[in-house]
């Protein structure tokens, strides 16, 4: 098992925290990461039944037996837990004394804000990064990684990713979705999802998605909640501040893991990924859940949004760091075309204050500006957050 980025804030976390949580998809690496981190803390998964069930029975006698501290591993199970915990650390005021882990967020941070406010960091972990993928020393090929996605398993066992995704569908996916609503028809919900695939990078359109599925606006509004607080989705805000001109208000939609997107479209080799209508869409999925995961890596919850008007004017993708804004256009062709800045140029005219220069990442080998706009490969650079977050002039916006 490689060492993972977030490594290093979850030490620092635990200097300064009695408890750390962390937060993430099942098969992320949470388990793994804990038990590398603090080997000498003794270990329970709230997923073993017996293990569970002797927790609910006796919630202070599970505990005693952690007297210097413990990982718990999928606590969502018995969020109960989190108050008899309370009581613990704040008798003994000891950093890193419990490491949480969880799957599902609105379980785990309605008991955290009940009962841990203040006395826990959370951390969120995602799949293998780019970078963490590069120390394995294998060159990888983005068109390879849109089907295999990134999910530690896979890589570290060289499993078939078809066989994977269509097993981590079943036991994760539909378990957990079943767990958190009342799914009546498991094949409007299967439908839903291979729908969503198809629409990774688009502006999300709950009517349309209805009427295609078969079910009421309100339904595809709570799948959606329950895949984003299972970590099977995220979303990508507009973005309208201080912008005059009517402006899309709607989220874009991403997988957390843009290998599960390609296997509920049917996409299960490179060349297909590579010649499918949807490539573009799938590259950029890549792309932003990489630069997601360079953040949350770092403990930084990052704000990003996209931007589109009402005529047709857009950007892929906005980063907001240390109170400015990046503009950044994403392109799976292996070739530049400087119609690939026009967007970017466009919203620099805009106005909008503290715009500092910006970037278009794209499928090629060379790296170069054009009219100050950096112009480079995500897959030849050490860490695409970091890159994209180094401080740079600020631009007259």
Known sequence: MI???ISAELVRSAAEYPVVTILGPRQSGKTTLTRMTFPDKP??????PDLRMAAEADPRGFLDQMEGGGILDEVQRLPALLSYLQGIVDKSNKRGQFILTGSHQPQLHEAISQSLAGRTAILTLWPFSLHELSRYGSTQEPFNLIVSGSFPRLHEEGLEPRRF????????????????IQLRD???FQRFLTLLAGRVGQVVNLASLSNDVGVSATTIRNWLSVLKASYVLFELPPFFENVRKRVIKSPKIYFTDVGLAAFLLGIHTAEQASHDPLRGNLYENLIVADIVKGALNKGIRPE???FRDSHGNEVDLLIRESGVLKP???KSAGTFSVDFIKGLERFQALGIKRVTASAVLYNGQQQFNVRGVRIFNPFLVEE????LT????????
């Open 43 to 48: 270990y329970f998964s709230l997923e073993d």
């Open 390 to 397: 180094a401080p740079l002039e600020l631009g007259e916006g």
């Open 304 to 306: 990003i949004y996209f």
């Open 186 to 188: 498991l094949s409007q």
């Open 165 to 180: 995704f269509n097993g981590y569908l079943q036991t994760y996916v539909e378990r957990d979705v079943r767990a958190l």
């Open 384 to 387: 695409i957050w970091e890159t």
């Open 3 to 5: 060492s993972r980025d």
């Open 328 to 330: 950044v256009e994403i």
